[in-house]
T-cell receptor
Framework: DAGVIQSPRHEVTEMGQEVTLRCKPI?????LFWYRQTMMRGLELLIYFNNNVPIDDSGMPEDRFSAKMPNASFSTLKIQPSEPRDSAVYFC?????????????FGPGTRLTVL | KNQVEQSPQSLIILEGKNCTLQCNYTVSPFSNLRWYKQDTGRGPVSLTI?????NTKSNGRYTATLDADTKQSSLHITASQLSDSASYIC????????????FGTGTRLKVLA
């Protein structure tokens, strides 16, 4: 089991550019989560999907952020246009079920730096 | 307002010593509480998860407690090791139609030799 796979691991871009982060969840997991982590705000849930359908996107900071899950094995988080304050580590996680399931697994994260 | 507060913010202990991390929450309705360990540069890893009816749960040298009446949880680490150096994050799940995840800001633990 390769675990949750994220790419790229590091991304440095200039303000105003479009950034696309990618995630491959663990096979068979039906929930997928996107998180953002900064020193100031800690870990924040941005959006999560169940069976490829977005369930709660109330954590998405603004319209510049969008997430898609075209199939059960792939999801993207896009920032357009990017801003320096978007600099953070973005984690993708997947699980079999929310609530009491202990099987939530996190990917290694993508460290985004917007100059 | 749903909130999760952790204390202390950071902690330094000597190898072999025990320590206890605290998590207080004001989340309603409550579904469960999880403790995660996050090593530097890595994603969080789940240590324990407890529902309303569970008072304590262990995972090796980690023991979590939950007092649903006072809305407090603790994570006790026994006989600490250098590898315990990490951030420990408390997350409370709320259910009200959809699941809501409320994160604490974490406790940074440093274990010294």
């Amino acid at each position: 089991d390769a675990g949750v796979i994220q790419s790229p691991r590091h991304e440095v871009t200039e303000m105003g550019q479009e950034v696309t982060l990618r995630c491959k969840p663990i096979s068979g997991h039906d929930y997928l989560f996107w998180y953002r982590q900064t020193m100031m705000r800690g870990l924040e849930l941005l959006i999560y999907f169940n069976n490829n359908v977005p369930i709660d996107d109330s954590g998405m900071p603004e319209d510049r952020f969008s997430a898609k899950m075209p199939n059960a094995s792939f999801s993207t988080l896009k920032i357009q246009p990017s801003e320096p304050r978007d600099s953070a580590v973005y984690f993708c996680a997947s699980s079999l079920a929310t609530g009491t399931s202990p099987t939530a697994a996190f990917g290694p994260g993508t460290r985004l730096t917007v100059l | 307002k749903n909130q999760v507060e952790q204390s202390p913010q950071s902690l330094i202990i000597l190898e072999g010593k025990n320590c206890t991390l605290q998590c207080n929450y004001t989340v309603s309705p409550f579904s469960n509480l999880r403790w995660y360990k996050q090593d530097t540069g890595r994603g969080p890893v789940s240590l324990t998860i407890m529902t309303f009816s569970e008072n304590t749960k262990s995972n090796g040298r980690y023991t979590a407690t939950l007092d649903a009446d006072t809305k407090q949880s603790s994570l006790h680490i026994t006989a600490s090791q250098l590898s315990d150096s990490a951030s420990y994050i408390c997350v409370v799940t709320s259910t009200s139609g959809t699941y809501k995840y409320i994160f604490g800001t974490g406790t940074r633990l440093k274990v010294l030799a």
